[in-house]
Protein backbone atom coordinates (compact mmCIF):
# COMPACT_ATOMS: atom_id res chain seq x y z
CA UNK A 1 0.00 0.00 0.00
CA UNK A 2 1.05 3.68 -0.67
CA UNK A 3 2.40 5.24 1.54
CA UNK A 4 -0.47 8.65 2.56
CA UNK A 5 0.29 11.84 3.76
CA UNK A 6 -1.81 14.99 5.76
CA UNK A 7 -1.68 17.59 3.31
CA UNK A 8 -2.23 21.14 5.03
CA UNK A 9 -2.78 24.52 3.11
CA UNK A 10 -3.41 27.58 5.17
CA UNK A 11 -4.92 30.20 3.72
CA UNK A 12 -6.27 33.63 4.52
CA UNK A 13 -9.89 32.48 3.19
CA UNK A 14 -9.78 28.43 4.17
CA UNK A 15 -7.76 25.92 5.47
CA UNK A 16 -7.70 23.23 2.88
CA UNK A 17 -6.35 19.24 4.29
CA UNK A 18 -6.52 16.25 2.70
CA UNK A 19 -4.94 12.47 2.57
CA UNK A 20 -2.35 12.76 -0.18
CA UNK A 21 -1.10 9.34 -2.04
CA UNK A 22 2.60 9.92 -2.06
CA UNK A 23 2.80 7.97 -5.33
CA UNK A 24 0.43 9.92 -7.22
CA UNK A 25 -0.55 12.55 -5.66
CA UNK A 26 -4.48 11.55 -5.31
CA UNK A 27 -6.23 13.85 -2.76
CA UNK A 28 -8.82 11.78 -0.43
CA UNK A 29 -11.22 13.11 2.58
CA UNK A 30 -10.32 16.44 1.07
CA UNK A 31 -12.13 19.20 3.76
CA UNK A 32 -12.03 23.02 3.36
CA UNK A 33 -12.83 25.28 6.54
CA UNK A 34 -13.71 29.09 6.79
CA UNK A 35 -10.37 30.51 8.11
CA UNK A 36 -12.07 33.49 9.44
CA UNK A 37 -14.40 31.62 11.77
CA UNK A 38 -11.65 29.76 13.30
CA UNK A 39 -9.77 33.27 13.77
CA UNK A 40 -13.34 34.42 15.31
CA UNK A 41 -12.35 31.87 18.14
CA UNK A 42 -9.44 33.20 19.11
CA UNK A 43 -8.01 29.50 19.00
CA UNK A 44 -6.93 29.20 15.41
CA UNK A 45 -3.98 26.48 16.68
CA UNK A 46 -6.53 24.84 18.80
CA UNK A 47 -9.07 24.73 16.08
CA UNK A 48 -6.44 23.27 13.34
CA UNK A 49 -5.22 20.74 15.93
CA UNK A 50 -9.26 19.53 16.34
CA UNK A 51 -9.71 19.11 12.74
CA UNK A 52 -6.09 17.18 12.65
CA UNK A 53 -7.59 14.54 14.87
CA UNK A 54 -10.42 14.08 12.87
CA UNK A 55 -8.25 13.20 9.82
CA UNK A 56 -5.98 11.23 12.07
CA UNK A 57 -8.79 9.27 13.48
CA UNK A 58 -10.17 8.60 10.19
CA UNK A 59 -6.83 7.71 8.78
CA UNK A 60 -4.59 6.04 10.93
CA UNK A 61 -1.98 5.10 8.59
CA UNK A 62 -0.92 8.14 8.50
CA UNK A 63 2.11 9.24 10.44
CA UNK A 64 3.41 13.00 8.58
CA UNK A 65 1.33 16.07 8.57
CA UNK A 66 2.89 18.90 5.98
CA UNK A 67 1.45 22.35 6.98
CA UNK A 68 2.01 25.81 4.05
CA UNK A 69 1.27 28.63 5.23
CA UNK A 70 0.92 32.41 3.66
CA UNK A 71 3.58 34.28 5.56
CA UNK A 72 7.21 34.24 7.51
CA UNK A 73 8.22 31.32 9.16
CA UNK A 74 11.35 30.93 11.51
CA UNK A 75 14.34 29.05 10.01
CA UNK A 76 14.05 25.73 11.94
CA UNK A 77 10.91 25.70 10.39
CA UNK A 78 8.50 25.54 14.26
CA UNK A 79 7.06 28.90 14.67
CA UNK A 80 5.19 31.15 12.55
CA UNK A 81 7.00 34.82 12.59
CA UNK A 82 4.59 37.17 10.39
CA UNK A 83 2.05 35.69 9.04
CA UNK A 84 -0.47 38.80 7.49
CA UNK A 85 -3.98 37.09 6.87
CA UNK A 86 -3.87 35.94 10.41
CA UNK A 87 -1.58 38.32 12.78
CA UNK A 88 -2.86 37.06 15.83
CA UNK A 89 -0.92 33.96 15.21
CA UNK A 90 2.20 35.52 15.13
CA UNK A 91 5.30 34.00 17.77
CA UNK A 92 3.51 30.76 18.10
CA UNK A 93 5.41 28.00 17.91
CA UNK A 94 2.83 25.78 16.02
CA UNK A 95 5.01 22.63 15.49
CA UNK A 96 5.72 22.34 19.29
CA UNK A 97 2.22 22.72 19.65
CA UNK A 98 1.34 20.06 17.33
CA UNK A 99 3.97 17.57 17.82
CA UNK A 100 2.49 17.88 21.88
CA UNK A 101 -1.20 16.78 21.10
CA UNK A 102 0.23 14.68 18.52
CA UNK A 103 3.13 12.76 20.03
CA UNK A 104 3.01 9.75 17.05
CA UNK A 105 3.11 12.08 14.23
CA UNK A 106 6.16 13.84 12.66
CA UNK A 107 4.97 17.40 10.95
CA UNK A 108 6.29 19.68 8.57
CA UNK A 109 5.86 23.38 8.11
CA UNK A 110 6.97 25.68 5.12
CA UNK A 111 5.77 28.94 3.74
CA UNK A 112 2.94 28.12 1.03
CA UNK A 113 4.34 29.75 -2.11
CA UNK A 114 7.79 27.29 -0.97
CA UNK A 115 5.74 24.38 -0.38
CA UNK A 116 3.93 24.80 -3.78
CA UNK A 117 7.20 24.92 -5.67
CA UNK A 118 7.89 21.60 -4.08
CA UNK A 119 4.82 20.19 -4.76
CA UNK A 120 5.72 20.30 -8.76
CA UNK A 121 8.86 18.52 -8.27
CA UNK A 122 7.27 15.82 -6.74
CA UNK A 123 3.55 16.08 -7.98
CA UNK A 124 3.89 18.32 -11.17
CA UNK A 125 3.29 16.62 -14.90
CA UNK A 126 6.56 17.58 -16.09
CA UNK A 127 9.85 16.20 -15.07
CA UNK A 128 11.56 19.14 -13.57
CA UNK A 129 15.44 19.49 -13.12
CA UNK A 130 16.82 19.87 -9.18
CA UNK A 131 16.80 23.57 -9.40
CA UNK A 132 14.28 25.84 -10.24
CA UNK A 133 12.86 29.02 -9.49
CA UNK A 134 8.85 29.16 -9.04
CA UNK A 135 6.89 32.53 -9.04
CA UNK A 136 2.92 32.43 -7.90
CA UNK A 137 0.96 35.75 -9.71
CA UNK A 138 -2.09 36.04 -8.10
CA UNK A 139 -3.33 38.41 -5.49
CA UNK A 140 0.12 38.90 -4.64
CA UNK A 141 3.52 37.79 -6.23
CA UNK A 142 5.32 34.88 -4.61
CA UNK A 143 7.89 32.83 -4.88
CA UNK A 144 10.67 29.75 -4.68
CA UNK A 145 13.57 28.50 -5.22
CA UNK A 146 14.19 24.97 -5.15
CA UNK A 147 18.05 23.79 -5.14
CA UNK A 148 19.29 20.30 -5.40
CA UNK A 149 15.79 19.55 -4.06
CA UNK A 150 15.69 21.24 -1.53
CA UNK A 151 14.02 25.14 -0.72
CA UNK A 152 16.37 27.65 -0.53
CA UNK A 153 15.57 29.50 2.78
CA UNK A 154 18.14 32.26 2.55
CA UNK A 155 19.98 33.73 6.09
CA UNK A 156 17.13 34.11 8.09
CA UNK A 157 14.65 31.21 6.56
CA UNK A 158 12.47 33.49 4.72
CA UNK A 159 14.45 34.10 0.92
CA UNK A 160 12.49 34.91 -2.46
CA UNK A 161 9.75 37.45 -1.86
CA UNK A 162 10.01 38.60 -5.34
CA UNK A 163 6.98 40.38 -5.12
CA UNK A 164 8.29 42.98 -2.84
CA UNK A 165 11.35 43.84 -5.57
CA UNK A 166 11.58 47.54 -5.86
CA UNK A 167 9.58 47.98 -8.92
CA UNK A 168 8.20 51.03 -11.11
CA UNK A 169 6.05 54.46 -9.70
CA UNK A 170 8.28 53.79 -6.41
CA UNK A 171 6.15 50.42 -5.79
CA UNK A 172 7.14 47.34 -5.01
CA UNK A 173 6.59 44.43 -8.36
CA UNK A 174 3.30 42.73 -6.75
CA UNK A 175 1.57 46.41 -6.01
CA UNK A 176 2.38 46.32 -9.96
CA UNK A 177 1.30 43.37 -11.01
CA UNK A 178 -0.80 42.08 -7.99
CA UNK A 179 -4.38 40.68 -9.33
CA UNK A 180 -6.05 44.23 -8.04
CA UNK A 181 -3.50 46.48 -9.24
CA UNK A 182 -3.41 44.26 -13.05
CA UNK A 183 -7.34 45.37 -13.30
CA UNK A 184 -6.51 49.18 -11.83
CA UNK A 185 -4.22 49.15 -14.75
CA UNK A 186 -6.16 48.05 -17.00
CA UNK A 187 -9.16 50.09 -16.17
CA UNK A 188 -6.78 52.99 -16.55
CA UNK A 189 -5.22 52.46 -19.83
CA UNK A 190 -8.74 51.57 -21.17
CA UNK A 191 -10.31 55.15 -20.04
CA UNK A 192 -7.00 56.40 -22.26
CA UNK A 193 -7.67 54.71 -25.21
CA UNK A 194 -8.73 55.66 -28.70
CA UNK A 195 -8.89 52.33 -30.53
CA UNK A 196 -11.31 49.11 -31.03
CA UNK A 197 -11.60 46.94 -27.88
CA UNK A 198 -13.88 44.73 -26.69
CA UNK A 199 -13.04 45.30 -22.73
CA UNK A 200 -16.43 47.57 -20.93
CA UNK A 201 -15.12 51.06 -20.59
CA UNK A 202 -17.12 51.26 -16.83
CA UNK A 203 -14.34 50.51 -15.28
CA UNK A 204 -15.44 46.49 -14.72
CA UNK A 205 -12.84 44.89 -16.32
CA UNK A 206 -12.53 41.70 -14.79
CA UNK A 207 -8.97 38.84 -15.27
CA UNK A 208 -11.25 36.29 -16.80
CA UNK A 209 -12.65 39.28 -19.65
CA UNK A 210 -8.99 40.40 -20.09
CA UNK A 211 -7.77 36.65 -20.55
CA UNK A 212 -10.86 36.38 -22.97
CA UNK A 213 -9.96 39.75 -24.64
CA UNK A 214 -6.17 38.72 -25.44
CA UNK A 215 -7.20 35.38 -26.61
CA UNK A 216 -9.23 37.27 -29.56
CA UNK A 217 -6.22 39.46 -30.45
CA UNK A 218 -7.94 42.56 -28.57
CA UNK A 219 -4.89 45.37 -29.13
CA UNK A 220 -5.70 46.69 -26.01
CA UNK A 221 -5.62 43.92 -23.84
CA UNK A 222 -2.01 42.82 -25.08
CA UNK A 223 -1.33 45.85 -24.35
CA UNK A 224 -2.13 45.73 -20.89
CA UNK A 225 -0.49 42.03 -20.75
CA UNK A 226 2.46 43.87 -22.46
CA UNK A 227 3.09 46.22 -19.59
CA UNK A 228 2.65 43.15 -16.61
CA UNK A 229 4.83 41.14 -18.77
CA UNK A 230 7.43 43.53 -18.70
CA UNK A 231 7.95 44.31 -15.07
CA UNK A 232 8.25 40.52 -14.49
CA UNK A 233 10.34 40.23 -16.75
CA UNK A 234 12.52 42.22 -15.39
CA UNK A 235 12.43 40.83 -12.18
CA UNK A 236 13.13 37.67 -13.19
CA UNK A 237 16.01 38.86 -14.57
CA UNK A 238 17.05 39.88 -11.11
CA UNK A 239 16.48 36.34 -9.74
CA UNK A 240 17.66 34.16 -12.72
CA UNK A 241 21.20 36.56 -12.26
CA UNK A 242 21.23 36.16 -8.36
CA UNK A 243 20.70 32.32 -8.82
CA UNK A 244 22.49 31.19 -11.53
CA UNK A 245 18.95 29.04 -12.07
CA UNK A 246 17.16 29.24 -15.72
CA UNK A 247 14.48 26.88 -15.33
CA UNK A 248 11.27 28.91 -14.48
CA UNK A 249 7.75 27.95 -13.01
CA UNK A 250 5.09 30.41 -12.85
CA UNK A 251 1.78 29.52 -11.14
CA UNK A 252 -1.12 31.48 -8.96
CA UNK A 253 -4.12 32.55 -10.26
CA UNK A 254 -2.95 34.86 -13.01
CA UNK A 255 -1.10 32.45 -14.73
CA UNK A 256 -3.88 31.25 -17.05
CA UNK A 257 -2.34 34.93 -19.00
CA UNK A 258 0.79 33.02 -19.49
CA UNK A 259 0.71 33.32 -22.91
CA UNK A 260 0.07 36.50 -23.21
CA UNK A 261 2.79 38.23 -21.15
CA UNK A 262 5.58 35.62 -22.35
CA UNK A 263 6.36 38.00 -25.45
CA UNK A 264 7.08 40.99 -23.04
CA UNK A 265 8.80 38.70 -20.56
CA UNK A 266 11.14 37.28 -23.32
CA UNK A 267 11.94 40.38 -24.97
CA UNK A 268 13.26 41.62 -21.39
CA UNK A 269 15.08 38.24 -20.87
CA UNK A 270 16.44 38.10 -24.60
CA UNK A 271 17.72 42.57 -23.59
CA UNK A 272 19.22 41.67 -20.26
CA UNK A 273 20.48 38.00 -20.44
CA UNK A 274 23.44 36.76 -21.83
CA UNK A 275 24.02 33.53 -24.33
CA UNK A 276 25.32 31.68 -20.98
CA UNK A 277 21.49 32.23 -19.39
CA UNK A 278 19.35 32.05 -22.66
CA UNK A 279 21.16 28.35 -24.07
CA UNK A 280 19.67 26.93 -21.11
CA UNK A 281 16.46 28.93 -20.03
CA UNK A 282 13.47 27.31 -19.96
CA UNK A 283 10.35 28.94 -18.75
CA UNK A 284 6.64 27.03 -18.34
CA UNK A 285 3.50 27.49 -17.05
CA UNK A 286 2.96 24.92 -13.55
CA UNK A 287 0.49 22.51 -13.69
CA UNK A 288 -0.92 21.22 -9.79
CA UNK A 289 -3.30 24.75 -10.33
CA UNK A 290 -5.79 24.71 -7.83
CA UNK A 291 -4.24 22.13 -5.38
CA UNK A 292 -0.54 23.43 -5.53
CA UNK A 293 -0.91 24.22 -1.76
CA UNK A 294 -1.95 20.98 -0.40
CA UNK A 295 0.10 18.78 -2.67
CA UNK A 296 2.90 21.14 -1.88
CA UNK A 297 1.93 20.69 1.71
CA UNK A 298 2.35 17.34 1.59
CA UNK A 299 5.16 17.23 -0.33
CA UNK A 300 6.84 18.62 2.81
CA UNK A 301 7.19 15.05 4.03
CA UNK A 302 9.19 13.49 1.42
Known amino acids: MATEYLGIDVGGTNVKMGIVNAETGNITNFYSHDTGSWRATGHFVDNLGDAIAVQLKENPEVKKIGIGVPGLISRDRSTLMEITAIPETDGTPIIPLLKKRFPEHDFFLENDANAAALGEYYFGEEKLPEDYIFVTLGTG ?162
Open 141 to 302: VGGAAIIDKLVFKGGGGNAMEPGHMPSINGKVLERNIGKNELLDLANKMRAEFKGETRLPSDGSISTTGLVAAASDGDVLALQIFDVVGTLLGDGLVSMIRILDITTILIGGGLSASFEYIMPAVNRQLKYWLTPYYMKTLDIKRATLANDAGLLGAASLCF
